[in-house]
Nanobody
Framework: QAQLVESGGGWVQPGGSLRLSCVAS????????MAWFRQAPGKEREFVAG????????YYADRVQGRFAVSRDNARNIVYLQMNNLKPEDTAVYFC???????????????????WGQGTQVTVSS
């Protein structure tokens, strides 16, 4: 079965950067929309960034626009999330998800994805 494994999280000071990786096994991500979500304590899971199956075009939540960049290496079956100028409110567990079959090219709801990984913790503090 398909598996997604996130890595790259950790602690960073405000203004710092991290790069998260989502490694897919048992599935070819090339025809799939992939996305990053995050969940902070006491809050529901929220959309962060996605990479469309239609040429890997990225799209973002307003809160991270201009600071985060999602990309993919289809040959290596990896999706990345480059996070720059991190803020304390970015602190959360970050999850990678595989898009459900369909024709929506910009899915942003958690129920539009499946095969979630375990998540990787990102902590932004002084």
């Amino acid at each position: 079965q398909a598996q997604l494994v996130e890595s790259g999280g950790g602690w960073v000071q405000p203004g710092g950067s991290l790069r998260l990786s989502c490694v897919a096994s048992g599935v070819d991500i090339r025809p799939l929309t992939m996305a990053w979500f995050r969940q902070a304590p006491g809050k529901e899971r929220e959309f962060v960034a996605g990479t469309s199956k239609s040429g890997g075009i990225p799209y973002y939540a307003d809160r991270v626009q201009g600071r985060f960049a999602v990309s993919r290496d289809n040959a290596r079956n990896i999706v990345y999330l480059q996070m720059n100028n991190l803020k304390p409110e970015d602190t959360a567990v970050y999850f990678c998800g595989q898009g459900n079959p369909g024709f929506n090219i910009r899915p942003q709801k958690d129920y539009e994805f499946h095969n979630w990984g375990q998540g990787t913790q990102v902590t932004v503090s002084s």
